[in-house]
């Protein structure tokens, strides 16, 4: 399994056969555009990584919640390579206000298992990361399609899910953010763990145990690679930057995610943006 990580939680698995987007953001406007502007997809970024990385097997994009910085290419993408978008009523109105047709959109609310192409995807109920300034509308919907120029703070929430891969006897986990429902992953295994990190560096001490007792010590994967780590205010042509220190510092959750990962014996390995990975 390939798996090609795009920065903040967008992730390419690429069997040889097929291919699933999980997420989609490549534009990724300015915190200043995010504040006062508006945002509209950069198709020339967005068919420059595409065409570089050979994405021409899509067979769906599987949306984790629909702020911008997760759903907002998802509609072009959708529509260049012909793929379904899988998501929440939110994240489809997204997908609606793009013009990706009727029949190429699934629901779901979490609990559902989905066959495409030579994979298998459970999605999991989950939490997105407690709100912050920038963020403060969990639990929020879209209502109805959302169309660009959207401004950025239009993507609401509207419900966040992880999500188990399957795929040529293995399984992957992506659990996009720093948050947890107890007890929710039980029984769950996963080769490798796909974990965001956004808000690790501001935890407390019984936080960040509890937050790794219920993701890294459920799933005993032998390889966690952190996602949601990377500043996506910054664009994918520009060298990677760890987030803003206003809203955290980078290296601190990093650190603490190695030692977590040390102390049980189990690989971490650092993507950045653009880069791959074989599993």
Request: neutral net charge; contains cysteine; charged residues 20%.
């Amino acid at each position: 399994m390939r798996v090609t990580f795009f920065g903040t939680t967008t992730l390419l698995f690429d069997d040889g056969g097929d291919q699933l987007l999980f997420d989609a953001h490549f534009t990724r406007p300015s915190l200043a555009r995010y504040i006062f502007g508006r945002g509209v997809t950069d198709r020339a970024v967005v068919d420059g990584l595409l065409d570089a990385h050979r994405v021409d097997r899509l067979r769906a994009i599987f949306v984790s919640h629909s702020h911008h910085d997760h759903v907002m290419d998802a509609p072009y993408v959708a529509s260049r390579c012909g793929a379904a978008v899988y998501g929440s009523a939110s994240a489809l109105n997204v997908a609606r206000g793009g013009g990706v047709p009727e029949n190429r959109l699934v629901a779901f609310r979490g609990g559902e298992t989905f066959s495409v192409g030579g994979f298998s995807v459970t999605v999991i109920p989950s939490l997105h990361s407690k709100p912050t300034l920038l963020n403060n509308d969990l639990g929020m919907t879209i209502d109805a399609p959302l169309v660009q120029p959207a401004r950025l703070r239009a993507y609401r929430e509207g419900g966040s899910f992880d999500f188990l891969v399957s795929a040529g006897g293995g399984q992957y986990l992506i659990r996009p953010s720093f948050n947890y429902i107890e007890g929710q992953l039980d029984g769950v295994r996963a080769d490798a763990l796909f974990l965001g990190i956004a808000g690790l560096a501001k935890a407390d001490a019984a936080t960040e145990e509890r937050f790794f007792a219920e993701t890294v010590d459920r799933v005993r994967p032998r390889l966690v690679v952190p996602v949601h780590w990377d500043n996506f205010f910054s664009p994918l042509t520009r060298p990677a930057r760890g987030m803003p220190r206003l809203i955290e510092k980078t290296e601190v959750a990093l650190w603490r995610l190695v030692k977590a990962c040390e102390a049980r014996g189990i690989d971490c390995a650092v993507l950045p943006p653009r880069a791959s990975i074989t599993l």
